[in-house]
């Protein structure tokens, strides 16, 4: 299987509005939820500027600089590359609508701005542009640039909206799969390559993709309420602390209406053994990230674990995930590639199916 500053307040223009005292860079970046050092840059590469500069060249921001800089923070989170949320933005922020002069709906003036930045795009200058490229994504869903540039931001607001409404969107399997995965690799990658830069993003990217994952997850139901034979257990290896593809197949299992048991990181061998023998499930999901965790002796016990009556004794079957399982494989024991076929392979176990009738 595979793998904060305010979000910009929409109503804090219109405060700004009412007020002709031009703002500092400090007191902007705390009302829109960005560093100074992101107002500087977007002054210096898109001519976002302040319309007023003291004589020791301080930036004062005036209310119409405000409403621009709201357009391009709504834009950018919106997955809008800078370059064009900038042209888009500045378009738009003399409008009657940004100014305050009419009571025009917020959606309506987001509409508006969505649409400048599409009118005025550039491909040539978008995919040559680093600055439209946060981190190095590739081809991607568009909402993996916006989730990136949230992340990046450190904009949490923004990185839950968005991850909800992917979630919302595609379901489960494939927000993880086409939106969240990607992500987390950029940010993995970009993390890897510049030393310790970056960790933050990462931390606070996996902490969201954990708590929509945990949202999404209905409450189990009681023991007996499910047709199927036994709930599927998935658990971390010993030693394993990655927990998240197991978090998104749990949450894709209960989508499903399945019953699961999540044990989480690292359980140990025998409290896992312990719970097999008690619970009696379906299907056992071992995850391992890295080789030096997974253990093919311990995914044999599993899998050799029975239980009932003599006659009529089970046993579950055994799925592995993660790339800590690569190599030679293990008799009997299935590695999905992609969390659509651990859902499939899992879910069809769960409601009794064979492989032939799974597929």
């Given at each position: 299987m595979?793998?904060?500053?305010?979000?910009?307040?929409p109503?804090?223009?219109?405060?700004s509005?009412?007020?002709?005292?031009?703002?500092?860079?400090?007191?902007?970046?705390?009302?829109?939820?960005?560093?100074?050092?992101?107002?500087?840059?977007?002054?210096?590469?898109?001519?976002?500027?302040?319309?007023v500069?003291?004589?020791?060249?301080?930036?004062?921001?005036?209310?119409?600089?405000?409403?621009?800089?709201?357009?391009?923070?709504?834009?950018?989170?919106?997955?809008?590359?800078?370059?064009?949320?900038?042209?888009?933005?500045?378009?738009?922020?003399?409008?009657?609508?940004?100014?305050?002069?009419?009571?025009?709906?917020?959606?309506?003036?987001?509409?508006?701005?969505?649409?400048?930045?599409?009118?005025?795009?550039?491909?040539?200058?978008?995919?040559?542009?680093?600055?439209a490229?946060?981190?190095?994504?590739?081809?991607?869903?568009?909402?993996?640039?916006?989730?990136?540039?949230?992340?990046?931001?450190?904009?949490?607001?923004?990185?839950?909206?968005?991850?909800?409404?992917?979630v919302?969107?595609?379901?489960?399997?494939?927000a993880?799969?086409?939106?969240?995965?990607?992500?987390?690799?950029?940010?993995?990658?970009?993390?890897?390559?510049?030393?310790?830069?970056?960790?933050?993003?990462?931390?606070?990217?996996?902490?969201?993709?954990?708590?929509?994952?945990r949202?999404?997850?209905?409450?189990?139901?009681?023991?007996?309420?499910?047709?199927?034979?036994?709930?599927?257990?998935?658990?971390?290896?010993?030693?394993?602390q990655?927990?998240?593809p197991?978090?998104?197949?749990?949450?894709a299992?209960?989508?499903?209406?399945?019953?699961?048991?999540?044990?989480?990181?690292?359980?140990p061998?025998?409290?896992?053994?312990?719970?097999?023998?008690?619970?009696?499930?379906?299907?056992?999901?071992?995850?391992?990230?890295?080789?030096?965790?997974?253990s093919?002796?311990?995914?044999?016990?599993?899998?050799?674990?029975?239980?009932?009556?003599?006659?009529?004794?089970?046993?579950?079957?055994?799925?592995?995930?993660?790339?800590?399982?690569?190599?030679?494989?293990?008799?009997?024991?299935?590695?999905?590639?992609?969390?659509?076929?651990?859902?499939?392979?899992?879910?069809?176990?769960?409601?009794?199916?064979?492989p032939?009738?799974?597929?």
């Amino acid at each position: 299987m595979s793998e904060p500053p305010a979000a910009p307040d929409p109503g804090a223009g219109r405060a700004s509005h009412g007020a002709d005292v031009p703002l500092t860079t400090g007191a902007l970046a705390r009302r829109l939820g960005v560093s100074p050092t992101t107002l500087r840059s977007w002054d210096r590469r898109y001519g976002i500027g302040p319309a007023v500069r003291t004589d020791g060249r301080h930036r004062r921001w005036t209310p119409r600089d405000v409403a621009v800089l709201e357009a391009m923070c709504r834009l950018t989170s919106s997955g809008v590359p800078p370059a064009e949320a900038a042209r888009a933005a500045r378009e738009t922020a003399g409008s009657p609508a940004a100014t305050g002069v009419t009571e025009e709906p917020q959606e309506s003036r987001e509409s508006q701005e969505l649409r400048s930045a599409r009118e005025t795009r550039e491909p040539e200058a978008r995919d040559s542009s680093t600055a439209a490229r946060t981190l190095p994504l590739g081809d991607v869903r568009h909402e993996c640039r916006g989730l990136a540039r949230a992340a990046v931001r450190l904009d949490a607001p923004a990185v839950e909206r968005q991850l909800a409404a992917a979630v919302e969107q595609y379901g489960i399997a494939v927000a993880w799969q086409e939106v969240m995965v990607p992500t987390l690799h950029a940010v993995g990658r970009k993390w890897a390559s510049s030393g310790d830069r970056y960790v933050e993003v990462e931390h606070l990217l996996s902490w969201h993709v954990s708590t929509i994952l945990r949202r999404c997850t209905p409450p189990p139901g009681r023991q007996g309420d499910s047709p199927v034979a036994g709930p599927v257990v998935l658990a971390c290896v010993p030693g394993e602390q990655h927990t998240l593809p197991i978090e998104a197949l749990n949450a894709a299992l209960c989508e499903l209406g399945l019953p699961t048991r999540m044990f989480g990181a690292a359980v140990p061998a025998e409290a896992l053994a312990a719970a097999v023998q008690r619970l009696g499930p379906s299907a056992v999901v071992l995850w391992a990230q890295a080789r030096s965790t997974a253990s093919l002796p311990l995914a044999r016990h599993i899998a050799g674990t029975r239980w009932g009556v003599k006659g009529a004794r089970r046993q579950p079957l055994v799925v592995l995930g993660g790339p800590g399982w690569s190599g030679p494989s293990a008799r009997g024991l299935l590695r999905p590639a992609t969390l659509k076929d651990a859902l499939d392979i899992v879910s069809g176990t769960a409601r009794g199916e064979t492989p032939a009738e799974r597929g």
